[in-house]
Protein backbone atom coordinates (compact mmCIF):
# COMPACT_ATOMS: atom_id res chain seq x y z
CA UNK A 1 0.00 0.00 0.00
CA UNK A 2 1.15 3.50 -1.02
CA UNK A 3 0.20 6.61 1.58
CA UNK A 4 0.53 10.22 0.22
CA UNK A 5 0.54 13.10 3.03
CA UNK A 6 0.14 16.42 1.98
CA UNK A 7 1.17 19.34 4.29
CA UNK A 8 1.49 23.01 4.22
CA UNK A 9 -1.76 24.95 3.55
CA UNK A 10 -3.58 27.58 5.51
CA UNK A 11 -4.59 30.86 5.58
CA UNK A 12 -2.75 33.58 3.50
CA UNK A 13 -3.12 37.25 2.35
CA UNK A 14 -3.06 38.01 -1.41
CA UNK A 15 0.21 38.69 -2.94
CA UNK A 16 1.38 35.76 0.00
CA UNK A 17 3.19 32.82 -0.31
CA UNK A 18 2.59 29.36 0.99
CA UNK A 19 5.13 26.38 0.11
CA UNK A 20 2.71 22.61 -0.07
CA UNK A 21 4.31 19.66 0.47
CA UNK A 22 3.35 15.81 -0.48
CA UNK A 23 5.25 13.24 0.74
CA UNK A 24 4.97 9.07 -0.20
CA UNK A 25 5.49 6.25 1.66
CA UNK A 26 4.90 2.58 1.74
CA UNK A 27 6.25 -0.27 -0.79
CA UNK A 28 6.99 2.14 -3.63
CA UNK A 29 9.68 0.49 -6.18
CA UNK A 30 9.37 4.40 -8.41
CA UNK A 31 7.40 7.35 -8.63
CA UNK A 32 6.68 8.36 -12.81
CA UNK A 33 4.19 11.90 -12.70
CA UNK A 34 3.46 13.74 -9.63
CA UNK A 35 1.20 16.83 -9.65
CA UNK A 36 -0.78 18.74 -7.76
CA UNK A 37 -4.47 19.42 -8.66
CA UNK A 38 -7.43 21.48 -6.62
CA UNK A 39 -10.98 22.07 -6.46
CA UNK A 40 -12.75 25.13 -5.10
CA UNK A 41 -16.41 24.58 -4.11
CA UNK A 42 -18.95 24.06 -6.74
CA UNK A 43 -15.68 23.49 -9.28
CA UNK A 44 -14.01 20.35 -11.07
CA UNK A 45 -10.78 18.93 -9.87
CA UNK A 46 -8.63 21.19 -11.66
CA UNK A 47 -4.68 20.17 -12.65
CA UNK A 48 -2.71 22.50 -11.26
CA UNK A 49 0.65 21.21 -11.94
CA UNK A 50 2.50 18.21 -13.29
CA UNK A 51 6.07 16.94 -12.89
CA UNK A 52 7.58 13.96 -14.38
CA UNK A 53 10.25 11.55 -12.55
CA UNK A 54 13.21 13.59 -14.74
CA UNK A 55 12.16 16.58 -13.79
CA UNK A 56 9.75 18.28 -17.12
CA UNK A 57 7.32 20.28 -15.99
CA UNK A 58 3.40 20.97 -17.04
CA UNK A 59 1.38 24.41 -15.81
CA UNK A 60 -2.34 25.11 -15.82
CA UNK A 61 -2.43 28.88 -17.48
CA UNK A 62 -4.08 29.90 -14.42
CA UNK A 63 -0.75 29.75 -12.79
CA UNK A 64 2.09 30.12 -14.64
CA UNK A 65 4.70 32.38 -13.53
CA UNK A 66 3.26 32.22 -10.10
CA UNK A 67 3.31 28.48 -8.75
CA UNK A 68 7.09 26.55 -8.86
CA UNK A 69 6.53 22.66 -8.65
CA UNK A 70 9.63 20.47 -8.05
CA UNK A 71 10.09 17.18 -6.02
CA UNK A 72 12.50 14.88 -4.74
CA UNK A 73 13.17 11.43 -5.72
CA UNK A 74 15.21 10.50 -3.21
CA UNK A 75 12.59 11.55 -0.25
CA UNK A 76 9.64 10.24 -2.49
CA UNK A 77 8.67 14.06 -1.90
CA UNK A 78 6.66 16.75 -4.33
CA UNK A 79 6.34 20.57 -3.60
CA UNK A 80 4.59 23.46 -4.88
CA UNK A 81 5.62 27.23 -4.46
CA UNK A 82 2.83 29.30 -4.55
CA UNK A 83 3.65 32.88 -5.04
CA UNK A 84 1.70 36.37 -6.01
CA UNK A 85 -1.58 34.45 -4.66
CA UNK A 86 -5.05 35.15 -5.58
CA UNK A 87 -8.42 34.48 -3.77
CA UNK A 88 -9.15 32.64 -7.39
CA UNK A 89 -6.53 30.14 -5.63
CA UNK A 90 -8.63 29.00 -2.95
CA UNK A 91 -9.29 25.42 -2.91
CA UNK A 92 -8.50 22.12 -1.95
CA UNK A 93 -5.34 20.83 -3.36
CA UNK A 94 -4.57 17.61 -3.85
CA UNK A 95 -1.54 15.60 -4.57
CA UNK A 96 -1.61 12.80 -6.93
CA UNK A 97 1.51 10.20 -8.29
CA UNK A 98 1.74 7.68 -10.48
CA UNK A 99 3.66 4.84 -8.71
CA UNK A 100 4.87 1.55 -9.44
CA UNK A 101 5.29 -0.20 -5.99
CA UNK A 102 6.50 -3.75 -4.99
CA UNK A 103 3.47 -4.97 -5.03
CA UNK A 104 0.72 -3.64 -6.77
CA UNK A 105 0.38 -2.53 -11.12
CA UNK A 106 1.08 0.76 -11.28
CA UNK A 107 -1.68 3.12 -10.32
CA UNK A 108 -2.17 6.67 -8.91
CA UNK A 109 -2.49 7.70 -5.60
CA UNK A 110 -4.59 10.61 -3.72
CA UNK A 111 -3.88 12.39 -0.85
CA UNK A 112 -6.35 13.56 1.67
CA UNK A 113 -5.83 17.13 0.61
CA UNK A 114 -5.12 20.60 2.19
CA UNK A 115 -7.03 23.79 1.89
CA UNK A 116 -5.69 26.65 0.92
CA UNK A 117 -7.83 29.91 1.25
CA UNK A 118 -6.72 33.40 0.09
CA UNK A 119 -8.19 35.75 1.62
CA UNK A 120 -7.85 39.47 3.51
Known amino acids: QVQLVESGGGLVQPGGSLRLSCAAS????????MAWYRQAPGKQRELVAL???????NYADSVKGRFTISRDNAKNTVYLQMNSLKPEDTAVYYC??????????????WGQGTQVTVSS
Open 96 to 109: NANVRSLSAPTRDY
Open 26 to 33: GRIYRIND
Open 51 to 57: ITYGGST
